[in-house]
């Protein structure tokens, strides 16, 4: 190579040096100082989640979510200002996006259930809940499923979307769970004497609240039988154990004092001699 060609070609390297190196210098400066201001984002999402109680199967999603969408920022940031034509890159993450939206739209959707359930606490763990037709303590909930533990230890898996898009009761939200149980007596019995043993049975129930009244309205009136609502509360956890007792502890003690449920009908046939 020839000393002319030579200085030529080191001529244009220091041309182009002098030129792409403050904007190399900048890039870096951005993106240092891009970074920088990312996770001082970041840590104040953070302080801001712990204050307000955000819940913490949540909050590493959210917060690295939002990490690397601002951190994508700032590198697009930096690669423009060194030249690179970012907007290729643009149409084909959004291209991949859109093809994997369409391919896990089912997952998508469970996911941004997930989100809002965390986010507004219909339920939490360990609330008794009805949903999809399923009623349980949840378990655990996840960004793609709730987990119920049945009353008779089975495991339910609900994806959060079905249980969004239709009715959820909660049994638990109150803190309280009013148990009734009706009990059809022969209306010729003492109902003081039926109070007494309803109130009995209830302080002996397993989850009883003392607090708050025992009652036994008249909820029917046959001529075989008084029906009345055996009510108390109980705590939500406990429910399903004080419904099976106060049924069989009612019928104990019926039989122990002789009291008398429902009678059959009598039919009375009169002969009419002629």
């Not at 400066?29 to 996770?39: A, E, R, S, T, Y």
């Not at 949540?58 to 590198?75: G, W």
């Not at 009136?221 to 004080?242: I, K, M, Q």
Request: with cysteine; glycine share 6%.
């Amino acid at each position: 190579m020839e000393p002319t060609q030579v200085t030529e070609k080191a001529s244009k390297f220091m041309e182009f040096t002098m030129n792409f190196a403050p904007k190399l210098a900048g890039a870096l400066i951005v993106l240092l100082i891009g970074l920088w201001i990312c996770n001082w984002i970041v840590a104040i999402m953070s302080r801001r989640m712990e204050k307000t109680k955000v819940d913490q199967s949540l909050r590493p999603f959210l917060l690295s979510l939002v990490s690397v969408l601002l951190k994508v920022m700032v590198v697009f940031s930096a690669a423009g200002i060194v030249g690179i034509q970012t907007t290729s890159f643009v149409a084909v993450l959004g291209a991949a996006g859109l093809a994997v939206g369409l391919a896990l739209q089912g997952s998508l959707s469970n996911f941004a259930s997930g989100v809002l359930i965390l986010l507004f606490r219909p339920y939490r763990v360990g609330d008794l809940i009805t949903a999809q037709g399923f009623n349980g303590v949840v378990k655990e909930i996840q960004i793609f499923t709730t987990i119920l533990t049945t009353p008779d230890n089975r495991t339910i898996i609900i994806p959060n979307s079905a249980i969004t898009s239709g009715a959820i009761e909660n049994l638990s939200s109150a803190g309280t769970r009013v148990l009734e149980t009706l009990v059809p007596i022969d209306p010729t019995e003492d109902m003081v004497k039926v109070r007494r043993i309803f109130e009995e049975v209830a302080k002996q129930s397993p989850g009883y609240l003392a607090e708050l009244p025992i009652t036994s309205p008249v909820v029917d009136l046959s001529p075989t039988a008084t029906t009345l609502g055996f009510r108390y509360s109980v705590v939500p956890d406990l429910y399903l154990d004080a419904q099976a007792y106060a049924k069989e502890a009612v019928r104990k003690r019926f039989q122990a004092e002789g009291i008398s449920g429902e009678h059959e009908p009598v039919m009375e046939v009169k002969l009419v001699q002629q």
